[in-house]
């Protein structure tokens, strides 16, 4: 479980493909830290650490995950945004965020505002009854709160600190990115039609 409060970007150093899978390799300063066996979330991922060493941690994405997230374009020298898990002793900073990205979204606009940006998200509309005015979503990771919503869109305003460290300063239109929509209305909404209330 995580918050999508990013902890660390880091860079891909190299990708292998071994059968319908992807083996990444990724350096950052959160990699002295991890220990094989943990979750680390990678642009909203969640990921198994398989080893680490020299400042590199590496992960395994299987066809599952790579058919529902961006992980399939991932190449080496793109930086990603890294979370380790949520400590229930700790402060739950954004919100509940599982690391099970349900699909990928488009940037359909990026605007600077003199201070802060805004993004535009185009997503497909199956997703629409997820998504609500100031509610909570995970994009690449991130925890935001949307707004200006429609059937396949919203926008999420980002300020200085999310912009500066994390990746999202290097997504622009035609971007593709990682969503995961707020786990209590995914519930409520598996309620509703399974019990028709």
């Not at 994405?61 to 002793?89: F, H, M, P, R, Y």
């Not at 100031?134 to 709160?145: E, P, Q, R, V, Y």
Request: charged content about 15%; aromatic content about 8%.
């Amino acid at each position: 479980m995580f918050t999508g409060i990013i902890e660390a970007t880091g860079l891909i150093t190299s990708v292998t493909k071994a059968g319908t899978n992807l083996t990444f390799s990724i350096e950052s300063v959160l990699a002295p830290q991890l220990k094989i066996d943990q979750s680390i979330a990678h642009n909203g991922v969640c990921l198994t650490v398989e080893s680490t060493d020299n400042g590199n941690h590496v992960v395994t994405a299987v066809q599952e995950t790579l058919s529902k997230t961006t992980l399939g374009s991932w190449e080496k020298g793109q930086i990603i945004n890294l979370e380790q898990c949520l400590q229930w002793n700790g402060r739950l900073d954004g919100h509940l965020v599982q690391g099970h990205v349900d699909t990928t979204g488009t940037c359909i606009n990026r605007k600077s505002l003199n201070g802060s940006w805004e993004y535009r998200i185009k997503f497909p509309s199956a997703f629409a009854s997820l998504v609500i005015e100031k509610g909570s979503i995970c994009l690449d990771g991130i925890s935001l709160t949307v707004f200006n919503i429609s059937e396949n869109e919203f926008s999420v305003a980002i300020i200085p600190y999310t912009f500066e460290h994390t990746n999202i300063k290097s997504i622009y239109e035609g971007t593709e990115v990682n969503l995961e929509f707020d786990m209590i209305g995914k519930y409520i909404n598996r309620h509703r039609q399974l019990t028709g209330s």
